[in-house]
């Protein structure tokens, strides 16, 4: 029997250099730039294991529910370690939202492995031999980039499974890797300098009894204006970072102890105390002294932030310790309430006193809810009829899946970018001349600009560096492809809008099924690229007239009081919560 030769990462080094047949993991080993590399090799390619939406599902409550039993193992051993007594929610702050990430891109790795194990006999796998150190995260966010655009850390991370399938895989070809676990850090600004010059003047002049404010999702000038009303000066955003701590291997060795059965679970407890990020280990005095010089309220009346719960460590150990203060959350992002599954809005919802969504409400949820609506509001726009361009904005998920969320992951994109294609193709010509296709942002080497011109090598591209609100001032009619903000502000603006997502992966909760079937019934919701391009070549000509009609205005403000709400007093409202 011919031997198969396992790729797990597009690291060219681990793959074979002889000619083999070859098994790659998942489409994320086939990078679009190396096909002179792949394309004419012997190959196959695993399956997804959550393309199976019900394992998704089940995986997604086992998981959450072994989070918590982790986190509640944490709790006690981060006490001991660090000699405190803080709460299990001060850990669920700090930690929480590192843990839920490694415990669900950990679990997936594992999956994969399990899987091509299970159904493939005379697996080999070249693996590379690295520091046990050398991929310890500095903090949360180094351990995302990591986990969501380095080869190289899942690479390590799939060599200590395969390590433990050793029986099944043959492992061969060990070797150091020389590459580098640096990441790029943002060069200073004039904006940044001034803030810095400033935040110190706040401080000192805000009270200890102030309340603190940071990145609130709220526009500059309503920040300010929320922040004199309440008698003190805005901050805006937290500048201050904890500089990067090297793991020390003494204050390594200790265990996570629980009891289990589960050969992913002893998996994974195993090599937390190598993995957990260095701010929490041999940084973590440095969060208290951080905190002594910026002078933040020391009893502050309330904490409240959109964007800091999740990435600004300084910000979460303040939150942590200020438990007695009300911390209140407020959405950032537009799967928010409408989602089946999302595990950021759980993380929220479990250490907030009081959440602010954008309209929607949750009767099951513990914490205090208010629907508020977008904090960030804009305008209404009118509509203008000598707007041209049909503008269909595009996301790109990491090549590796990190969020539990209702949405593709990893290598399903390939088919969300599939649908995009379907969908220009069956446009009519003229319509085509007029479109233009955002890209977004961040590429994670899926090469979606070089994929999209090998095809459609005429149409007007944007990279997505561009302000939307530009765009915005051009745009006829907009086509929203995934569940996200950028279709609810266009919602409130009053931008004539078509919407369409495969539901097999953008699952939508019960309590919005209905709001999105009136969607479908006036066709601004379409659940295939094809019936959405075949409605925009029928209203091409007549778009205000469409968006425009009683039926569709009546939809759009229905839809809008339930999860979308543009609150017009939303300082004042915010005012009211935050004393």
Not at 25 to 49: A, I, P, R
Not at 169 to 189: F, H, M, Q, T
Not at 266 to 282: A, D, G, H, M, T
Not at 390 to 399: D, E, F, H, N, S
Request: positive net charge; aromatic residues 14%; charged residues 25%.
């Amino acid at each position: 029997m011919v031997k198969k030769h396992l790729i797990t990462t597009a690291l060219e080094e681990t793959w074979p250099d002889q000619e083999s047949k070859i098994i790659f993991l998942g489409e994320w080993c086939k990078l679009y730039s190396k096909k002179k590399s792949w394309k004419n090799l012997s190959y196959e390619v695993v399956d997804y294991h959550w393309d199976n939406r019900e394992k998704f599902e089940k995986d997604y409550y086992y998981l959450t529910d072994f989070y918590e039993k982790t986190l509640q193992t944490l709790t006690i051993q981060m006490n001991s370690i660090h000699q405190v007594n803080l709460s299990y929610k001060y850990w669920r702050i700090l930690l929480g939202p590192w843990l839920s990430l490694f415990i669900a891109s950990v679990f997936d790795r594992w999956e994969m492995i399990r899987l091509v194990t299970s159904s493939n006999d005379k697996l080999q796998s070249n693996i590379i031999i690295d520091s046990e150190f050398k991929w310890t995260p500095y903090d949360y966010n180094n351990f995302k980039k990591l986990l969501m655009e380095s080869d190289e850390w899942n690479n390590f991370i799939y060599s200590k499974i395969i390590e433990l399938y050793h029986d099944k895989i043959a492992i061969n070809n060990l070797y150091e890797n020389l590459r580098d676990s640096k990441v790029s850090i943002k060069k200073r600004n004039i904006k940044i300098f001034l803030l810095k010059i400033y935040q110190p003047i706040a401080n000192f002049i805000n009270s200890n009894k102030s309340s603190l404010i940071l990145s609130s999702y709220l526009s500059r000038i309503d920040e300010t204006l929320l922040s004199l009303r309440l008698l003190q000066l805005p901050l805006f955003i937290n500048l201050n970072k904890i500089k990067n701590h090297s793991p020390d291997k003494n204050r390594r060795n200790w265990k996570v102890s629980m009891d289990t059965s589960s050969k992913f679970e002893k998996f994974l407890l195993e090599i937390i105390p190598n993995q957990i990020p260095s701010v929490y280990i041999e940084g973590y005095q440095s969060l208290n002294n951080k905190l002594q010089r910026l002078n933040w309220p020391k009893s502050p009346r309330s904490i409240f932030t959109s964007n800091s719960i999740h990435v600004d460590e300084i910000f979460k150990h303040y939150a942590g310790i200020n438990e007695k203060s009300s911390l209140v959350i407020c959405q950032h992002g537009g799967s928010y309430g409408i989602s089946k599954l999302n595990f950021s809005e759980y993380h929220e919802l479990s250490v907030a006193d009081k959440y602010i969504s954008w309209g929607w409400i949750n009767k099951s949820s513990k914490t205090k809810i208010y629907p508020l609506g977008q904090l960030n509001s804009k305008s209404i726009k009118k509509i203008n009829s000598s707007k041209t361009k049909l503008l269909i904005v595009t996301a790109t998920v990491a090549r590796y899946s990190y969020l539990m969320q209702s949405m593709t992951i990893s290598s399903q994109w390939l088919s969300y970018f599939k649908n995009q294609i379907d969908f220009i193709k069956n446009l009519d010509k003229a319509i085509t001349n007029e479109t233009i296709v955002r890209l977004f942002r961040h590429d994670y080497k899926w090469d979606q600009i070089e994929r999209w011109k090998e095809i459609f090598p005429d149409l007007n591209y944007n990279t997505g560096i561009t302000n939307l609100e530009t765009l915005y001032n051009e745009t006829k009619l907009y086509v929203a492809t995934y569940n996200a903000t950028t279709y609810l502000e266009t919602f409130r603006l009053n931008i004539p809008t078509i919407i369409f997502w495969d539901t097999n992966y953008w699952e939508n909760r019960d309590s919005v099924k209905p709001l999105f079937e009136e969607l479908k019934r006036v066709k601004v919701f379409h659940d295939s690229p094809e019936s959405a391009a075949k409605h925009i070549n029928k209203i091409w000509d007549n778009v205000e007239g469409w968006w425009g009609s009683p039926e569709v205005i009546q939809v759009i403000n229905k839809f809008n009081k339930s999860v979308n709400r543009n609150n017009k007093n939303i300082v004042s409202d915010l005012i009211k919560i935050l004393k």
